[in-house]
T-cell receptor
Framework: RKEVEQDPGPFNVPEGATVAFNCTYS??????FFWYRQDCRKEPKLLMS???SGNEDGRFTAQLNRASQYISLLIRDSKLSDSATYLC?????????????FGKGTRLSVIA | DTGVSQNPRHKITKRGQNVTFRCDPI?????LYWYRQTLGQGPEFLTY????????KSRLLSDRFSAERPKGSFSTLEIQRTEQGDSAMYLC?????????????FGSGTQLSVL
């Protein structure tokens, strides 16, 4: 099983739609979770951290399910500017080290 | 500009040659990561440093790859005897903390093309 798995998409949705992405992780000891956004030919940038209680930032909601080892990102009222690749990031716990590991990303295209 | 700086931005080399990339992290950031990204894939973890100590190196990384971070400041990534499969974007990122739960600040990357 891969450390971090995401549905690669692409997700093609109309403006105003609600879209959800899921990500699963293999290391049950992982403690830190994030969603990053990457625009074409740009470096990744932090979208939001994911907390156990779930968190919301405007149109974006992130949730964590530790029992099932998955993280979700919900985008409401999609905008054209939301078109990007969304990367799930988890810190891998191994021998005291905690590197941050990325999933392959889920591509979103919001269509007018 | 006080962000993460990577040089060069682009590198074209012939198969078999050695290349070296440099990353200057944000000042006083303790952790420095190297990732590799190919088209349509997420960044693949290569290695990371806590100050000058290299804490982990990916099992996927062959012995042709070596990274250093002398004095815990800038870092270099060297690839010896390059192969066409090494062609990718090499990304460097830094974070201020020590626990793997902080925001990553990325540089713009070095695009390597091996002919």
């Amino acid at each position: 099983r891969k450390e971090v798995e995401q549905d690669p998409g692409p997700f093609n949705v109309p403006e105003g739609a609600t879209v959800a992405f899921n990500c699963t992780y293999s290391n049950s000891a992982s403690q830190s979770f994030f969603w990053y956004r990457q625009d074409c030919r740009k470096e990744p940038k932090l979208l939001m951290s994911v907390y156990s209680s779930g968190n919301e930032d405007g149109r974006f909601t992130a949730q964590l399910n530790r029992a099932s080892q998955y993280i979700s990102l919900l985008i409401r009222d999609s905008k054209l500017s939301d078109s990007a690749t969304y990367l799930c990031v988890v810190n891998r716990i191994s021998s005291g080290n905690t590197p941050l590991v990325f999933g392959k990303g889920t591509r979103l295209s919001v269509i007018a | 500009d006080t962000g993460v700086s990577q040089n060069p931005r682009h590198k074209i080399t012939k198969r078999g040659q050695n290349v070296t990339f440099r990353c200057d992290p944000i000042s006083e950031h303790n952790r420095l990561y190297w990732y590799r990204q190919t088209l349509g894939q997420g960044p693949e973890f290569l290695t990371y440093f806590q100050n000058e100590a290299q804490l982990e190196k990916s099992r996927l990384l062959s012995d042709r790859f070596s990274a250093e971070r002398p004095k815990g400041s800038f870092s270099t990534l060297e690839i010896q005897r390059t192969e066409q499969g090494d062609s990718a974007m090499y990304l460097c990122a830094s974070t201020p903390g020590q626990w793997g739960n902080e925001k990553l600040f990325f540089g713009s990357g070095t695009q390597l093309s091996v002919l």
